[in-house]
């Protein structure tokens, strides 16, 4: 038996027309999808007829998700079966992503494997709110973070210190939870409570909704209009071009 491959996939931020044409050209060619929650409906018809489809979500309401392990021995297992397997991951697979861990595991196993990046929320997002996440004259430097930990938490390795003293944008994915505790803690740090801010919920989709405010009182706004889950929150003067460049939904 001929031994199988796997594809770390990025399905992209939320719009199936910023699917890759190579993200595409393997759905159409495997055997087995191990899917993310947050993977479209619309991104899964590019699947070949016949193959399987794997949910492998992961929540932060449950624990009844596989853990990262078990994703791994799965990618192992259908690949050692000599399947043509596609790991599809929202987003970016190396932008929080955990790409590196199955890559690394595919590795120590002597599996080959490809990655095949994705349009990254962290830009896209903002982009379809009408925010450029760098402009001439405005910042010049973007800093990414993931806002799973909030700023006191030790195990957190995000520097919150020199974020917020740093002039450039700055894109938090996954902190809605901690929106309130990731504001604040910036404010502490030195970052001017009267900085633009946004989050954008749903963001590259029919559902898009943003919320602009200042980081003092962006919590209470998103609060207020009920944003969900997944959401991409943006600080920086690059906020105040939305009123001008809005373009989407």
């Known amino acids: ?20 044409l190579r993200a595409a050209q393997l759905l159409g060619e495997c055997d087995v999808v191990l899917a993310d929650r947050l993977v479209s409906p619309e991104v899964l018809a590019h699947v070949r007829e ?25 990618l192992v297992a259908h690949a050692r079966a000599g399947r043509r397997v596609v790991r599809l991951k929202g987003g970016d697979p190396f932008v929080f992503g955990r790409g590196s861990e ?23 997002v903002p982009a379809y709110a009408g925010i450029p996440v760098t402009a001439r004259g405005w910042t010049q430097d973007v800093c990414v973070v993931t ?3 909030d700023p006191d938490d030790p195990g957190s390795r995000v520097r919150w210190e020199a974020l917020a003293t740093g002039p450039g944008t700055l894109v938090i994915l996954m902190g809605q939870d901690r ?67 809005q373009w989407f939904g």
């Open 1 to 20: 038996m001929e031994p199988g491959t796997v594809a770390l996939v990025g399905a992209g931020p939320g719009d199936p027309g910023l699917l890759t």
């Open 50 to 74: 016949g193959a399987e489809v794997v949910d492998v979500g992961k929540t932060s309401w449950t624990g009844t998700a596989p853990r990262q392990e078990e994703i791994n021995a799965q």
């Open 102 to 124: 199955e890559a690394e595991a595919l590795v120590a196993a002597g599996v080959p494997y490809e990655v095949a990046p994705g349009v990254s929320s962290a830009l896209a």
């Open 147 to 149: 806002g799973h930990l």
């Open 179 to 245: 929106l309130p505790l990731l504001t604040a803690g910036l404010i502490r740090f030195g970052r001017d409570a009267a900085t633009p801010a946004a989050c954008i919920e749903r963001g590259t989709t029919p559902q898009q909704r943003v919320v602009v405010s200042t980081l003092a009182h962006l919590a209470d706004d998103v609060e207020a209009a009920g944003l969900h889950a997944p959401v991409t929150t943006v600080v920086g003067e690059v906020v105040r071009l939305r009123e001008a460049l």
